[in-house]
């Protein structure tokens, strides 16, 4: 079944635009403000870890996801990994071309499970995955308790 | 079918800003139903989430964001979303889970984190109208609750002071909810009625607060309630039932699609003189005015009537018919889905006799919850009978 | 088990403490724009308000004129039969006068609000739009109104060019 009329004015209204009129602020959370504070005053990254299953979790949660339990120990994880998986942007969020290509990956650290998603500071070619790299922060002072103070992960 | 049980219940505090994430909010309740069902996360079967709009959170998929608190992780869940009414709907979707046969032990989890959203909630309601019709007008959602509300007295007759009267009632059943948001044990009808007009006949005190907050229950088989627990409350009747879509073009006096999901569930549950088989009620009461809609919707008096059964004092938690004993969204507050908490859950605790200081006088066998949403147009409706 | 229950979690922020930088967190901006098709019944319905007329659809099945227009009944569920020009005056179905604006900022002159049956549309067919030249003592339930159009020239094709609806003055129709 059809519509019984169609409209055959090319300059009739199609389209009514329109944008969605909101911003927001996220808590970090219980396990966000720990994690997010440390990095920020003390250069940390942390991992939790469940008292339970024994595995420690990055970024940290406050509740393991399998068992259900409280999160115990939380454990600094160092600043270097490996290249889990990365993808080169050749693009912007708005479809832009970039002037320059910027990579972004997935860092694993040792023993670990999960990670961080980050920017990779290395020209495309020499980026492989396995390759070991480290984090880089930022000063102290331009630290606001982000993972933007985590300025990249460069090839170590 | 097969029966369902309800054995455990949980919620967070209820409050305009948690530091909480959304998933941190899921965990912390679920954790709470598991506890009291004796059960853990290894047990269940499935999981079932219930979360209003995205827009409030700020993030899109919110159920795949809230799955891991919710105990969906490698599990089969699925996220429930009626608007308002996803607080009884989604225990609705736990229930068909197991009346099927498919699951024995069913998490359901219900969240709304409002405070994310800038400068304020309102801001995302904005987004619910329709943009070619309502949008260019700059509504404010309190507008049609005000529409409503005018109608609704102006069609019987009913004056301010009576509906105020149910504002009072829940604020200060309110004042012995561990969770309350904006309990008053001293409010008064002048209070309310000199309160803020915000869009009249609608005042600052005839409105529930934006909140963030989770809630959660265990729901099982038969078999599994029975070897698991005392305190059991069985799933005896569900319904649901929606309005058209044009909301301008509907009947704003009585909610038809309230008692059409009413009567499916009493039919499930053999119920055919609600007014005499009911014992407790929680209804939807995000304004005042609505727990009346509510109430007549659910076929617990005649239209037009639901505020004199306050004024006679039937409502209240020693009358004849307890309505809101939780305090409701008035008094706890209206994390929209979370509101389970104060609707299935508060039946839950009330039917086991597990309410302590809001527990209900009359002994109550059965009671029957409901929940309101989309666009002012959807009922869920859930019975249930004490153990 | 409420009773029993020693412990409900959730940790309270205050305003401050959410945006002033008391605990960390992370902001957005989402800026999102859409394109929403009117479809047939939308795209004809706001051209019509261009000439200052409005248009409703005919259901021939269950004889209802609705309005605002659809392609379909929603009752009968078969396509709607035929275009009818409807009046311009109307009933107030009901009203608020809103002290609120769109965020829920507190707004001093109030907007008078409601939602209105149109002559010529079947009962309970309606919109929402705003009152003018009422006050709160005057504005009534079932009180009859007419549209004030915005003057041609500045008309766009939206629900707009009603600027409000004013009440219906002795001998008008």
């Given at each position: ?156 | ?347 839950y605790w009330q039917l086991t006799q597990q309410a302590g200081k809001r527990q209900v006088k009359n002994d109550p066998e059965v009671g029957v919850c409901q929940a309101w949403g989309d666009l002012m147009q ?10 | ?119 010529g549309a079947s009962e309970l067919q309606g919109i929402m739009h705003y009152f003018g030249g009422v006050t709160p003592k005057t504005i009534k339930i079932g009180m009859k109104v007419k549209a004030v159009w ?24």
């Open positions: 079944m059809t519509f019984l009329e169609r409209s055959r004015e090319p300059e009739a209204h199609k389209h009514w635009y329109g944008d969605m009129e909101a911003s927001y602020v996220y808590s970090t959370g219980i396990a966000g403000e720990r994690f997010f504070s440390t990095l920020r005053d003390k250069g940390k990254i942390l991992g939790a870890t469940c008292p339970k299953c024994k595995k420690t979790v990055l970024p940290p949660r406050m509740y393991c996801e399998v068992c259900f339990s409280e999160m115990g120990d939380w454990v600094d994880v160092g600043k270097e990994g490996r290249v889990d998986t990365f993808s080169i942007a050749q693009v912007g969020v708005g479809g832009e071309p970039l002037e320059e290509p910027v990579v972004y990956g997935l860092i694993r650290f040792p023993k670990v499970e999960g990670g961080l998603v980050h920017i990779i500071a290395a020209k495309p070619e020499k980026v492989k995955i396995g390759m070991k790299v480290k984090a880089k922060l930022r000063p102290r002072k331009e630290r606001s308790g982000s993972i933007l103070d985590i300025e990249s992960f460069k090839p170590h | 079918m097969n029966k369902v049980a309800c054995i455990g219940a949980g919620m967070t505090l209820f409050w305009r800003r948690l530091q909480e994430t959304g998933k941190e909010m899921c965990w912390e309740a679920a954790s709470m139903a598991l506890d009291q069902a004796g059960l853990t996360l290894k047990d269940i079967d499935m999981v079932v989430l219930g979360s209003a709009p995205d827009a409030f959170d700020g993030i899109h998929m919110k159920g795949e964001n809230l799955l891991d608190g919710a105990g969906g992780a490698k599990k089969p869940y699925m996220r429930v979303f009626t608007g308002g009414g996803t607080a009884v709907f989604t225990p609705i979707a736990a229930w068909w889970h197991i009346a099927s046969g498919l699951a024995e032990k069913v998490l359901v989890v219900c969240e709304e984190k409002m405070s994310s959203c800038f400068p304020h909630p309102q801001s995302a309601f904005g987004h619910i109208w329709d943009p070619i019709l309502d949008r260019p007008l700059k509504p404010n959602l309190v507008w049609i609750f005000a529409m409503e509300m005018n109608r609704y007295m102006t069609a019987y007759g009913i004056k301010k002071e009576d509906i105020a009267r149910i504002a009072v009632k829940n604020k200060r059943n309110a004042a012995d909810h561990p969770c309350a948001q904006l309990p008053d044990a001293n409010i008064t009808i002048d209070d309310v009625l000199n309160s803020e007009v915000m869009a009249w006949p609608v005042q600052r005190l005839d409105i529930s607060p934006p909140s963030d907050g989770a809630s959660a229950l265990v729901m099982t088989s038969e078999k599994v309630a029975k070897k698991q627990s005392d305190d059991i409350a069985w799933v005896e009747g569900t319904g649901w039932c929606i309005d058209k879509t044009m909301w301008t073009c509907r009947d704003l006096v009585f909610p038809e699609y309230v008692a059409k999901a009413a009567k499916q569930a009493y039919k499930m549950a053999k119920i055919d003189n609600p007014r005499k088989q009911i014992h407790v009620a929680e209804p939807y009461d995000p304004f005042d005015y609505k727990e009346c809609h509510h109430t007549e919707g659910l076929l617990l008096c005649d239209k037009g009537k639901a505020p004199d059964m306050t004024k006679e004092g039937i409502t209240y938690r020693d009358g004849d018919l307890p309505i809101c004993p939780s305090g409701g969204l008035l008094g706890v507050g209206n994390p929209i889905a979370a509101t389970m908490g104060i609707k299935v859950g508060e039946l959807y009922g869920s409706v859930l019975v249930m009978r004490r153990g | 088990m409420s009773e029993r229950i020693k412990h409900w979690p959730g940790k309270r922020l205050s305003s401050k403490e959410l945006t002033g930088g008391k605990v960390t967190t992370t902001k957005t901006d989402p800026k999102v724009k859409y394109a929403w098709a009117c479809g047939e019944a939308m795209s004809r319905f706001l051209e019509e308000l261009k000439n200052g007329k409005l248009i409703a659809r005919k259901c021939n099945s269950c004889e209802q004129i609705l309005f605002p227009p659809r392609m379909f009944c929603e009752d009968c569920f078969k396509p709607t039969n035929e275009w009818v020009y409807i009046k311009d005056t109307g009933t107030i179905e009901t009203y608020s006068i809103s002290y609120l604006d769109t965020d829920a900022r507190r707004i001093k002159d109030p907007i008078y609000v409601g939602v209105l049956s149109v002559d915005k003057p041609e020239k500045e008309r766009e094709g939206a629900i707009t060019d009603i600027k409000y609806w004013r009440p219906l003055r002795r001998g008008e129709e």
